[in-house]
């Protein structure tokens, strides 16, 4: 809208000029135009206040005339909005020391071009009131807006006047023209002549166009309403009755002008969206549209298309994966969280190297056991033999052949009776060594001499007897016994048949009774009273293993789910120790008495400290095959366990008289050399391993 | 001469060194003095043909002999350049090589059989070898295969055997030894030297001493032979009174014995004179080198000395290691040389102040070693035995074997010198083995 004006306004410049009428021609057609135009913007104005206030005076001023008929207050106000207009314009041109103060006086043009004059005459409200047209009105209109653009004359455009101070000319007018500057008046004359003339106070002086002009009496008024903030026309009521254009019959509720929640918006539109993506309506086209890959490289369409080189882009980061994410938040050195254990140079001595081998079985040797002092060795060996053998030397001093698979031979805990335990098939013997002097000799062949009256008196089952061929006792159990165990005293020994269980079992699908048998698979054999009895309580199931407590009375039963221990003096059940193993094949006893190791048939290695927990206080899964056999040494902090896949390992076992201290196990040494190995038993006194082998070897393990 | 030829032949790729041997033997092994000019890759087989060549060279029917040589105290037992590299001589100098018969076993004597294992050997007596077996029978070998004397007596194996009075050898008639044995007894025995029968002869004991109550592993005397001392399985070292010369004096039994009609043989007891306790386990070991002094070994793995007078231990080495065997020897029979549970034999010097670490270790041997004995003369000289079934002659001034013996096909059980120019050893193969024509200087 803005421009309209001002091409009139170029167009109605040459008032003064030659070709008025060429221009007011044009000025014709284009009022036309704009008519339109600003009807259109009229209905837009009304819309909003705002917009009216501000935009009309520009608009309605060339509304002035032709929509005069439409008379009331649009008119009027546009009137006051081309005042305004005008005045705007003076102010801007003139040097702003313009009267403030209200001015009393009428205008009077005195110089100046007269259509503005004339314009801005008194005839302001008899145009209203008239509101008729005429072509001399419509160029006073189109003077007044044309005002608005200041430079009628000049020409010269938006340049600094002091290009022209030295000029006689200030510049051009349309015809190009030099506009020559007027002729000043000495400083004293202009300034009596102020002094004379009482209206000197409007006057401005307009360099621009080289000219003074003298401002109106309205005009005046206008800017002192101006300055101080009020609407320009004296007529503008700011506050007119509100009219209310909408009609509110009909409409049941009122009509809210708040605008929607966003909240509502939202939620709203976003159900609509995921409804629509349930529904398909919206599809993602997430993938880039392919393009060939392929272009004729010489086609000049395309060329046209793709120009440079083809767009390259850069390699995504990649994804942070599981590593970036642990490196980020795990940064620790793995090495840092494994447990602090000892070096295994500072636990010598250990076990480390086969020296000494003792050649002699015929068979797979099943059991070993240590004399006490270190001297001697038994072993036993499926070849039915019993053989005795020296540790310096490797030379085997005696042999028993039994003529049954040896299933235990244990040396009397006592150096001074040294006598071997051995369980042979159905029997247990009980062999002297005559490693001893010759006093403790006859004080074992007293021991062993079984008075034959005695036997028959004893207990038919078992039978006490003597066996003059081996030299010893011969118990006859009625089942095959696999493990026999001497308690320290050297006095008492257990002995354990597991079939026995069977054979009960056996008996209960028979139906008879067989209560009387219920604990008959461990017995404890008296040697100096010669008797025999049942352990005191019941034992549930198959018991694979017992052992004496080092020191005190109790008594450990490994069964294939748990270890029971036992008081033999109170005669009950103290604890129960749950290895969580598959099954239990060897047990054995810290010489300190509160810790053992059980090893199972699937390979486990299971500590149990008694103080601590009846839960196993390590597994340590070290054996792929089955644990034949697990020991102690009796002073050093060592224990051992041998397994059918050929190894035996030495493990640091250290056991703290502090309680608070928990015991310190570290792996220390991987013994090969066997086939398989059934037994595995420490040198009392040196850190020495013997292990026996199914390869019919028993091998002695150094430091 | 063809070595001075080679030598010239070979300037081309090697270099010389200029040489003078030097020797303590007697003439006709001694070389010309004058230096001469060898190449410097020759080792000691070279250095020995080189000498041979001499030697040859100045007399027409010289039978060729293995040389040993020493440089600067060391053997060479790598090519002289290499030696003279490691050991930062300089090869421009004359270089003074010392040349001695190489120490190693020239003859392999006839085994003499035993019914068992040979667990002891004892060669200090120049005119005869004592052996104990595994069968309780002691005996005296006057030579290779020709058994003299048989000691009839132990109930258990013999385990140790020593001479009683090994200085008095040629004087006297009878010669006394004692023997160790499994049965927790000594014996001491007595039989004349020149009786020579085609039957050995069987003699017992004429003195029994009981007192330990586990086997005896071991057992010395003193140097002059007054009392022995024994180390057993009961962790105590004991000392006895032999009081051969007079007879029955301060003993507490005396029986006669009457033994299938023979001869009657008065038969007496004797008890520990002292008991040196400190052994927490077997005593394996016990030497008697001087008057004053016993050292003993244990499987505590430790090394004692004990002062007689005393009973107290002025001297406790810990080794590590369960100890077999031991002996005093060397530099002013000084040097502890002990051997044990492991395949190193170890040589102590107590003199040294400050330190009981091991000044030499040899560990050629693959297991346990069973026996250490030093050379009686010689301050370099050891023998050593092991279960891996090998004798080892070692000079403590290289730490390489001087000679393998391994003609036992069992564990070695026992070796000791004889007669200073052989080894004697028996084993687990029950056989006696004298190894002979070593020339220790």
Redesign the interface.
């Known amino acids: 809208m803005g421009t309209n004006p001002r091409k009139e306004n170029d167009s109605d410049k040459p008032k003064n000029e030659t070709g008025k009428k060429k221009v007011q021609k044009l000025k014709a057609k284009n009022m036309e135009e704009t008519l339109k135009r600003i009807e259109e913007a009229e209905a837009a104005a009304d819309s909003s206040k705002i917009h009216r206030s501000f935009r009309v005076p520009t608009i309605v001023m060339m509304k002035y005339g032709s929509l005069s008929e439409d008379g009331g207050s649009v008119s009027e106000s546009g009137s006051d909005q081309s005042k305004l207009s005008e005045d705007e314009d003076v102010v801007q041109s003139s040097d702003g020391d313009n009267p403030t103060g209200a001015c009393d006086e009428d205008n009077d043009h005195s110089s100046g071009d007269g259509v503005i004059e004339a314009d801005d005459g008194d005839n302001y409200h008899g145009e209203d009131s008239h509101g008729e047209s005429d072509d001399s009105r419509e160029v006073v209109e189109e003077s007044d807006s044309s005002e608005d653009e200041v430079a009628p004359r000049n020409t010269v455009g938006n340049v600094p006047l002091e290009w022209y101070k030295d000029e006689e000319h200030i510049g051009y007018d349309l015809a190009g023209k030099k506009i020559k500057k007027k002729e000043r008046q000495s400083k004293l004359d202009s300034f009596l002549a102020s002094v004379d003339d009482s209206k000197n106070w409007r006057k401005i002086y307009d360099e621009y166009n080289d000219e003074e002009v003298e401002l109106t009496k309205d005009e005046t008024k206008l800017i002192g309403r101006l300055l101080k903030g009020k609407a320009p026309h004296a007529d503008f009521d700011p506050y007119a009755p509100y009219v209310d254009w909408f009609k509110w019959d009909g409409a049941k509720h009122p009509i809210s002008n708040a605008p929607e929640p966003k909240k509502t918006f939202h939620s709203f539109k976003v159900l609509r969206y995921v409804r629509a993506i349930r529904k398909g309506l919206i599809k993602f086209d997430d993938k880039p549209k392919e393009e060939s890959r392929l272009y004729a490289l010489w086609d000049d369409s395309s060329s046209a298309e793709r120009q440079g080189l083809a767009y390259i882009p850069a390699p995504k980061p990649k994804l942070p994966g599981v590593l970036a994410i642990r490196s980020q938040f795990i940064n620790i050195d793995p090495e840092s969280l494994k447990p602090k254990l000892p070096s295994r140079k500072d636990l010598k001595p250990y076990p480390t190297t086969c020296y000494l081998e003792y050649k002699g079985h015929k068979g797979p040797v099943m059991t070993i056991s240590t004399e006490p002092t270190g001297q001697w060795i038994a072993s036993g060996s499926k070849d039915g033999t019993v053989r005795i053998w020296e540790v310096e030397t490797g030379r085997c001093l005696r042999i028993w052949d039994l003529g049954e698979n040896i299933d235990q031979v244990a040396w009397n805990p006592l150096p001074e009776l040294p006598m071997l335990a051995v369980a042979a098939g159905h029997d247990v013997f009980i062999l002297n060594t005559r490693c001893g002097s010759d006093e403790q000799q006859k004080k074992i062949e007293e021991l062993l001499h079984v008075e034959p009256q005695m036997a028959t008196e004893d207990s038919g089952q078992y039978d006490w007897g003597q066996d003059d061929r081996h030299g010893g006792i011969r118990l006859k159990h009625f089942k095959t016994v696999t493990k026999v165990e001497w308690h320290r005293k050297g006095d008492y020994l257990s002995t354990l048949m597991p079939s026995d269980i069977l054979f009960r079992a056996m008996n209960a699908l028979i139906g008879s009774v067989c209560s009387i048998r219920e604990s008959r698979s461990v017995l404890i054999h008296q040697l100096s009273k010669r008797l025999t009895q049942r352990i005191p309580f019941k034992t549930k199931g198959i018991p694979v293993s017992t052992a004496f407590h080092p020191t005190r009375s109790i008594f450990f039963t490994a069964t294939k789910k748990d270890v029971r221990v036992y008081d033999l003096l109170k005669q009950k059940l103290i604890k129960k120790l749950e290895a969580g193993v598959r099954e239990i094949s060897s047990i054995a006893i810290h010489p300190g008495g509160d810790n053992a190791i059980v090893g199972s048939r699937d390979g486990k290695l299971c500590w149990f400290d008694m103080d601590l927990s009846s839960r196993p206080y390590r597994v340590l899964r070290c054996h792929p095959k089955d644990i034949t056999g697990v020991a102690y040494h009796r002073s050093y902090p060592l224990f051992a366990s041998c397994s059918d896949d050929c190894t035996t390992y030495v493990f640091h076992g250290m056991v703290y008289s502090d309680l608070n201290q928990n015991p310190l196990i570290v792996p220390l040494e991987i013994l090969r050399g066997h086939s398989r190995v059934m037994d595995c038993k420490f040198h009392p006194r040196q850190p020495w391993l013997f292990t026996a082998g199914a390869d019919s070897l028993i091998k002695l393990y150094c430091h | 001469m063809d070595i001075d030829e080679n030598g010239g032949a070979g300037d081309v790729s090697s270099r010389q060194v200029q040489v003078r041997f030097v020797t303590k033997l007697k003439p006709p092994y001694k070389v010309p003095q004058a230096s001469i000019s060898i190449p410097a890759n020759l080792t000691r087989f070279g250095l020995s043909a080189l000498v041979n060549n001499l030697l040859q060279a100045a007399n027409e029917d010289w039978n060729a002999e293995p040389f040993d040589f020493l440089i600067d105290g060391e053997l060479v037992r790598m090519s002289l350049e290499e030696f003279l590299l490691a050991k930062g001589i300089s090869a421009e100098k004359v270089l003074e090589i010392e040349y001695f018969k190489a120490v190693a076993p020239r003859k392999e004597e006839e085994p003499s059989l035993h019914d068992d ?1 040979v ?1 002891a050997v004892d060669g200090s007596n120049d005119g005869y070898i004592l052996t104990g077996c ?1 069968d309780g029978f002691g005996r005296i070998w006057r030579a290779a295969g020709i058994c003299t004397h048989e000691l009839d007596g132990h109930s258990g194996p013999v385990t140790s055997v020593c001479n009683v009075m090994p200085k008095a050898a040629e004087s006297s008639i009878d010669q006394i030894v004692a023997t160790a044995s499994k049965d ?1 007894t000594l014996r001491l025995w007595k039989f004349g030297v020149e009786e020579s029968l085609d039957q050995p002869k069987k003699i017992r004991a004429f003195k029994i001493l009981r007192g330990h ?3 005896v592993q071991s057992i010395a005397a003193e140097p002059s032979g007054d009392m022995v001392c024994s180390g057993s ?1 009961d962790c105590s070292v004991n000392l006895w009174n032999i009081n051969a010369s007079d007879s029955d004096g301060g003993l507490v039994s005396v029986k006669k014995r009457r033994k299938g009609g023979e001869d009657e043989e008065p038969q007496s007891e004797g008890e520990a004179l002292t008991t040196l306790v400190g052994h927490t ?2 005593v ?1 070991s016990v030497v008697w080198p001087q008057r004053g002094t016993i050292y003993s070994a244990s ?1 505590d793995h430790s090394v004692r000395r004990w002062d007689v007078e005393t009973g107290k231990d002025s001297l406790n080495i810990f080794c ?3 100890i ?1 065997c031991l002996d005093i020897g060397g530099e002013s029979s000084a040097l502890i040389a002990a051997g044990g ?3 190193v034999i170890r040589i102590w010097d107590p003199r040294k102040p400050g330190t009981l670490s091991p000044i030499f270790q040899f560990s050629s041997h693959n ?2 070693i069973s026996s250490c004995k030093w050379h009686r003369k010689s301050w370099f000289h050891l023998v050593s035995a092991s ?1 891996d079934g090998k004798v080892m002659l070692w000079d403590l001034r290289t730490a390489w074997p001087l000679a393998v013996i391994d003609t036992h096909k069992d ?1 070695v ?1 026992s070796a000791d010198w004889w007669k200073h120019d052989s080894v004697i050893s028996g084993g ?1 193969d029950s056989k006696l083995r004298i190894s002979s024509g070593i020339s220790v200087q």
Request: net charge positive; charged share 15%; aromatic share 24%.
């Open positions: 294992w667990s595994y927790r109550t586990a086997a399985w386990q077997c394996s499987w590590g290691k369960a077999n549970s492991d395949p297991s346990w279960y564990k059980l687990a």
